[in-house]
């Protein structure tokens, strides 16, 4: 069983739109959480970090954690085609000696 | 690219030949991991060094070794290349185990 599942994609959405992407986790303890961009043949890019419950908003992103629902979900409001890309959900998983486990991805499209 | 820098980029090789990829920080971060990316598996640990000659295995360490004798520098090496190991590879550096870890541009790597 994979340790950090992402809501399969694509995700398509019309430029100006919200895309939501959601995250969940099996570590009870994990306690970072991260999400990366990733362009088509590029490198993971850090987008966002979140370590406590809430919201964590930064520009157009907004990361939200549940540590008792154990999922993550990232916002991303007032799309782009700029935004197009697959996104990593990443987590530091206590058990797993604090190693950054990587969800498989969510590629998000945006239609112009 | 936060500081960080690998070569080569790109790399062809041969079944059975050794190879070694270079990743080099100028962060000063004590933690450096290597990962591949293949499709259908995401991003996986092959080694990680939480300081200079400190290092421990990932996920899939397997047909690989490295070594860390600077604080700016962790080699991975393919002692022999198998067709198996055609991937990119990406390096990557953070500050504490438990925080986030900022990419490197990649090495695509081709064993024929």
């Known amino acids: 069983q994979k340790e950090v599942e992402q809501n399969s994609g694509p995700l398509s959405v019309p430029e100006g739109a919200i895309a939501s992407l959601n995250c969940t986790y099996s570590?009870?303890?994990?306690?970072?959480f991260f999400w990366y961009r990733q362009y088509s043949g590029k490198s993971p890019e850090l987008i966002m970090s979140i370590y406590s419950n809430g919201d964590k908003e930064d520009g157009r992103f907004t990361a939200q954690l549940n540590k008792a629902s154990q999922y993550v979900s990232l916002l991303i409001r007032d799309s782009q085609p700029s935004d197009s890309a697959t996104y990593l959900c990443?987590?530091?998983?206590?058990?797993?000696?604090?190693?950054?486990?990587f969800g498989a991805g969510t590629t998000v499209t945006v239609r112009a | 690219d936060a500081g960080i820098t690998q070569s080569p980029r790109h790399k062809v090789t041969e079944t059975g030949t050794p190879v070694t990829l270079r990743c080099h920080q100028t962060e000063n971060h004590r933690y450096m991991y290597w990962y591949r990316q293949d499709p259908g598996h995401g991003l996986r640990l092959i080694h990680y060094?939480?300081?200079?000659?400190?290092?421990d295995k990932g996920e899939v360490s397997d047909g690989y070794s490295v070594s860390r004798s600077k604080t700016e520098d962790f080699l991975l090496t393919l002692e022999s290349a198998t067709s198996s190991q055609t991937s990119v590879y990406f390096c990557?550096?953070?500050?504490?185990?438990?925080?986030?870890?900022?990419f490197g541009p990649g090495t695509r790597l081709t064993v024929t």
């Open positions: 060094s939480y300081g200079v000659k400190d290092t």
């Open positions: 990443a987590v530091i998983e206590t058990i797993n000696d604090y190693k950054l486990s």
């Open positions: 570590d009870r303890g994990s306690q970072s």
């Open positions: 990557a550096i953070s500050e504490s185990i438990a925080y986030e870890q900022y």
